[in-house]
């Protein structure tokens, strides 16, 4: 069989043979339906109605950004959210037949509900929610962290409708002994191996208790859609976006952190303390994200602009610090050496992005990069280079930066 | 006499009929085997094979473009163990040295159902560490790829 993979090899560098093939070794252990992926023949744009130029990092898992002249809308439609996924998205969704079971070591009475349940015994509230991959600006890191190797753009604040978590854990009741939640999604293993979890994170118990962590059944007042996590999707905004399950079909309520799949290791991970680019850092000292820092993107104007001399330039895009609020939000047109405020609003509520937005003058002809920094209500401000290194490339909320020339 | 002689030639024109007969049946399973052999519902002992059919259009520039991977030593290996799960674009957006990539096969293989690989690791670890090697970078890039346009109002 060597000798067959040598031939191979041979000729494809020779000739590029009509055939790739290989032996695997141990290929009994395969699963039936292995097909080596060649092509996906969808883009986004018509698989899942995206704008035509988002980024496409990855087809199996569908991992897909936005580039920051996208996100222009204060409300993220549906056509300009990022796609995150750990798995294979869910085939036979269907709405009539889903039900969320909810359970674990410290209900008190496990229950299953319907969505029609969901819909009609409980008060429905509404809430726009920023939520941004915990890996969102990975592509920046250096030495390379290994992943999506996102830009700017894998965030986006929706109006989410639906249950309030809260409700749920108050309708089956809580042991004394509850301290977190987890979900479980529909979605499958890329392996195809249904005993494995794509994903099953969760947040703490007072995260799960807040009033803005919803179970959704809508999105933008519209059924969410399926890429985005149909018919029922947790949502715990301000935090690392895998806490908001799609597809949820179990919601589990532990008395320890719960252990699902990427709760532990590298995964929506950092260094419980500073480290050097490149260390190795141990499972014990790696600490659990919760809340994601302060940033702020220019969604206008799309970088790259050239504009006449003497006209003024109107920037505009938004601000976001994870659980709180932003304060303060500054642009530079020279590096960093001066700083001008710019206008900001309130959030439309708690965990909401805020827009700002400023008119400037550029004082002569030439090339500027145009820097944004926002500054959240404890007074942390976006660094200029890329924050502190840690194994995956998560946190990197280094100012957003687009380039100008005058003429 | 006569009749012995034609009993003979009946008894040889049969024979010859069969041999004729099997060639054709061995040609027709043949042809079957080409044409209809699924390589992934067979299994041989230890191993399975596989076969992807690509051709010499494929390639542009170094670039296998169905996948997006460089045409280099070991290609093949990577294209039938990595593409299975995981689209090629996973392996092209990435960087790392050859310590870091034999880490993230055995990640896969501890938690995502990756095969063992046996003597192929090590090829396929030369292959992604020699053609996507960390780059150069400092701590903020130039701005690179900027398309200029004319800012309208």
Redesign the interface.
Known sequence: ?TSR?RF??RS??A????????????????F?D???????QQDPASAFGKVKDMI??????WNVEALAHHLDDAVTPASKMFIRNNGLIPTDVDPAKWTLTIDGESVAQSKIYTLQDLKTKFKPSTYQLTLECGGNGRG?F???A????WGVGAVSCARWTGVRMRDLLNDVGLKSDAVYIGYYGADL???G?LN?DSISRGVPLAKALQDETLLAYQMNGEDIPLIHGFPLRLVAGGWPASASGKWVKRIVVRNKIHDGEKMG?DSYRMPCKPVAPGAEVSDEDMCIIESMPVKSIITY???????NGGKK?ALRGHAWAGELEVKEMHLSFDFGATWKQCRLTSPANRLAWQQWDIDIQLPQMGYY?LWARATDSMGNAQP???PGWNPKGYLNN?CH???V?VV | MEDRFIKLVRLAVQAVSLVLAVCALMTIGLIYFQVFYQPSHFEFGETKQLGVVTSIDDVKDGVHLPTGLKVDVNFELVVTNCTGCHSAKLITQNRANADGWSNIITWMQETQNLWDLGEDKSLIVDYLSKNYAPEQQSRRKPLANVEWYELED
Do not use: C, W
């Open positions: 069989m993979r191979i090899t494809a560098l000739s590029l043979v009509a055939v790739i093939g290989t032996d695997i070794v141990f290929g009994k252990n395969l039936e292995y097909v080596p992926l060649f092509l996906d496409v990092l990855n087809d199996r898992p920046e250096n030495p390379p290994s992943g999506n190797q293993h890329l392996s191996d494995k290791g104007p799309k970088s790259g602009a050239i504009i330039l990069e200029m280079v890329v280094a930066r687009i380039a020339k």
